[in-house]
Nanobody
Framework: QVQLVESGGGLVQPGGSLTLSCAAS????????MAWYRQAPEKQRELVAT???????AYIDSVKGRFTISRDNAKNTVYLQMNSLKPEDTAAYYC?????????WGQGTQVTVSS
């Protein structure tokens, strides 16, 4: 059974940067389209960025030009580089498959953008 472990979150000032990592166990990671999702307090979880197994990426409009998703299939890891962070990026961040999250959700990693 594949498990996901997210890390790299923290408290950062507006305009700052963070890099999130999501490590997956199991041998079939490379076949999945992976994505980062986030959930702010009292809001529904939303998709942030997607990367196919071939490296094609997509982003929601609010993070385009600021966030970069990447993956290292040899390490079973997907990353989210976040630059120019804004208070509205504050949320718990999770990774999972796309188009349907098929893996049990990990614990997520909290990102707080505040001065």
């Amino acid at each position: 059974q594949v498990q996901l472990v997210e890390s790299g979150g923290g408290l950062v000032q507006p305009g700052g940067s963070l890099t999130l990592s999501c490590a997956a166990s199991g041998n079939s990671f490379s076949i999945y389209t992976m994505a980062w999702y986030r959930q702010a307090p009292e809001k529904q979880r939303e998709l942030v960025a997607t990367i196919t197994r071939g490296g094609i990426t997509a982003y929601i409009d609010s993070v385009k030009g600021r966030f970069t998703i990447s993956r290292d299939n040899a390490k079973n890891t997907v990353y989210l580089q976040m630059n120019s962070l804004k208070p509205e990026d504050t949320a718990a961040y999770y990774c999972n498959t796309r188009p349907i999250p098929t893996i049990t959700w990990g614990q997520g990693t909290q990102v707080t953008v505040s001065s």
